[in-house]
């Protein structure tokens, strides 16, 4: 009886002994399980979420937007001047006409028609130098260095138009207008006179004698020359249907302003003419075709 009592009791304190670890076994698979379903509550909406697609996926950024430029004509008219001419500033009376294919591409040809020359401050600075009968035969009498001075008649082009900037500017909080910035190049030509159109033309070749004859060191640039041009422009738009058109252009060709003998080979020839910068700032007010523009989606 002893002996059964006493195995009774052991075996009731091995089962004392083993309980912690049960509980401890117990308690971490309920740690794992809770676990689990809080990971399977937050995976199982977000697959379902991305799967689903956004309603602005691929929408644009701005929706219901004026396309001013896109698939529009633009005609303009207005006036330029250059400036930075050494003998005349050339004042313009400039026309325009575009289209627009899409809002940042378009294609355009212009015109601009003198007007005016006005003598610049530094030929009259010049002329006041010069006498009427030059002391040696390099120096031309005032008479000769004005009737070579190169006068514009008009320039006539085509241009590519690429605008990367638009926008809308607020000007003190009550004056609202849409904008956009461009730049364009593109070909033309320039056509040129001497002031008095009746001295020589400038050739090749100048035959006279140097050392006894003045004319020799003159002649008259006229024509159309093939000039590059270039620049950059924007639209401030009053509405929908018209805007001022403001453009910096530079015309780029082989001109000869003085008329004169550059070279020093003592001949004015067309050996004589070199690349020249023209800038032109013009003002356009312009119009657009059709009069309503599109919206976009």
């Known amino acids: 009886m002893h002996m059964n009592a006493d195995l009774n009791q052991n075996v009731t304190r091995r089962s004392e002994k083993d309980m912690p670890m049960n509980m401890k076994s117990r308690h971490s698979g309920h740690r794992w399980l809770t676990l689990l379903i809080a990971l399977a509550v937050t995976a199982v909406p977000l697959a379902a979420q991305a799967q689903r697609k956004s309603p602005l996926a691929d929408a644009p950024a701005i929706r219901k937007r004026y396309e001013l430029r896109a698939t529009r004509l633009e005609v303009g008219a207005g006036f330029g001047s250059t400036i930075n001419q050494d003998f005349y500033h050339t004042v313009f009376l400039n026309l325009k006409l575009g289209f627009h294919f899409i809002e940042w591409f378009a294609a355009s040809v212009f015109g601009g028609f003198a007007v005016a020359n006005i003598a610049t401050t530094f030929q009259s600075d010049l002329l006041g130098t010069l006498g009427s009968t030059p002391s040696t035969p390099f120096e031309p009498s005032r008479t000769d ?18 605008t990367p900037f638009t926008g809308k500017y607020s000007l003190a909080g009550w ?6 910035f461009y730049g364009f190049g593109g070909a033309g030509v320039i056509t040129v006179t001497p002031t008095n159109s009746a001295i020589a033309p400038c050739t090749g070749s100048n035959g006279a004698d140097s050392s006894v004859s003045g004319s020799a060191y003159f002649c008259g640039v006229s024509g159309s020359k093939f000039a590059f041009t270039y620049g950059l422009g924007l639209h401030s738009y009053f509405n929908h249907w018209m805007a001022l058109n403001v453009e910096l252009r530079d015309m780029l060709a082989k001109l000869n302003p003085s008329g004169r003998d550059t070279n020093g080979d003592l001949h ?3 050996a004589d ?3 020249t910068h023209t800038f032109i700032v013009s003002a356009n007010l312009v119009f657009y075709l059709p009069s309503t523009p599109n919206i976009s989606f």
């Open 268 to 270: 004015a020839t067309t």
């Open 273 to 275: 003419l070199s690349w």
């Open 175 to 180: 004056l609202f207008a849409n904008y956009d």
């Open 145 to 162: 260095a004005l009737n070579s001075m190169q006068k514009i008649n008009n320039i006539l082009g085509g241009q590519l138009e690429f």
